[in-house]
């Protein structure tokens, strides 16, 4: 799983973009490596933010809908971006997944420097789609990248501001830290290279070739099953000089266009 290259919107050729500001948009990409399966999930800056609740939202409904039902160990490789990657947050949804389904789910995290995924070559077939394309609405990256891999498309999933849930409710956590530590000069959490989520608890590997070590930390328990709400009860406004901008660029887009931009939520 990776976050591909920040996206904008609207794109166009016109001379008129070229001063102003614009939407921010991401596209989270999830691989299988033994099924070829791939899910993009395109968010724009009202809908979701870079926290760790929003990627754990993508990386939980992927694994439901797509590995859960095999009911096989699953393994994810990702990089070690701590606030999308490594994290407890993230730890801690997939330690309660792991309960849930009596599933053992293991995380492992590419070397700096080596960090080529799948999701990479998927990335760059969905820049060889844009190339010369006009995004007018957000749902235009949605829509090229369905139509970038013929065989086996892409899953392209427009995220809204309800889909992304809340998964850093301290109610919610089994364990206040994933750090392999307590005391000053111990391992950080920088530092662990595997994440195993044994159905009740978190065992870790500070290298490839130690041993899975539990957590110094004790889970505590839930007083009742988690629940998670949704992150952003209303979409999230943007500045009210993006939203002028936007107001100014509608004269290059289609007026079919127009609505969306003038329903943005701004402050």
């Known amino acids: 799983m990776d976050l591909e290259a920040v996206k904008v919107c609207p794109y166009l050729t016109a001379s008129a973009l070229y001063f ?29 933010d870079l926290t760790s609740s929003t990627f754990a939202t993508f990386l939980i409904d992927y694994l439901e809908r797509h590995c859960i039902p095999h009911q096989l160990p699953i393994v994810i490789y990702s990089d070690g ?19 849930q389904h009596n599933v053992i789910i293991t995380q492992k995290f590419l070397e700096p420097g080596h960090t080529q995924m799948k999701c990479d070559s998927v990335h760059s077939t969905i820049e060889r789609k844009l190339k010369n394309r006009e995004i007018h609405l957000p749902s235009d990256y949605v829509t090229i990248t369905k139509e970038a891999r013929s065989t086996n498309p892409y899953e392209a999933i427009n995220v809204d501001h ?18 392999p530590g307590r005391k000053a000069g111990d391992p950080q959490v920088v530092d662990i290279r595997v994440i195993k989520y044994n159905i009740m608890t978190i065992e870790v590997k500070l290298g490839f070739d130690e041993q899975l070590i539990p957590l110094p930390h004790r ?16 979409k999230i406004p943007i500045t009210v000089t993006k ?13 079919d266009c127009h609505n969306f931009y003038d329903t943005l939520p701004f402050v």
């Not at 939203?243 to 007026?255: E, G, R």
């Open 20 to 48: 102003k500001t614009k939407l921010t948009c991401h596209n989270f990409t999830v691989f299988n490596l033994v099924t070829k399966h791939c899910s993009c999930y395109w968010f724009d800056e009202t809908s979701a």
């Open 81 to 99: 971006c701590t606030y999308q990657n490594r994290n407890c947050v993230l730890a801690n949804a997939l330690l309660l997944l792991s309960k």
């Open 162 to 179: 309800e889909f992304v849930k809340d998964y850093a409710r301290p109610e919610n956590m089994l364990y206040k830290s994933i750090r």
């Open 219 to 234: 889970p505590r328990l839930l007083a009742s099953e988690a629940i998670y709400p949704p992150l952003h009860p209303n």
């Open 243 to 255: 939203y002028n901008h936007l107001q100014q660029l509608k004269a290059v887009l289609p007026k």
